[in-house]
């Protein structure tokens, strides 16, 4: 595992010096990404969970939300239910 300065930590595989192949990022604003890494970035199929509880399943590309994927919110104190959009992202 790998620890930068600011907290963020990573464990997988590498190439370059950078990101590449399958890993976890565990950042220390508490959230996390679980998923395939291209030079760095993600790149492939990966799911980010945000620390408040909001979460990303799907397709990035040159890390960003790229393809098929699902979002969903998570529940507020006043209501019982996910607001979740599953579809494409361009």
Do not use: I
């Amino acid at each position: 595992m790998h620890t930068w300065l600011d907290g963020d930590k990573y464990e997988g595989e590498w190439a370059d010096c950078l990101r590449h192949g399958n890993g976890t990022d565990f950042f220390a604003n508490g959230d996390v990404y679980v998923g395939h890494y291209q030079f760095g970035k993600p790149e492939g199929f990966g799911q980010y969970k945000w620390q408040n509880g909001n979460s990303y399943t799907g397709e990035f590309k040159n890390g960003m939300k790229h393809g098929k994927g699902k979002w969903k919110k998570a529940p507020s104190y006043h209501k019982n239910k996910f607001n979740q959009y599953d579809g494409f992202y361009l």
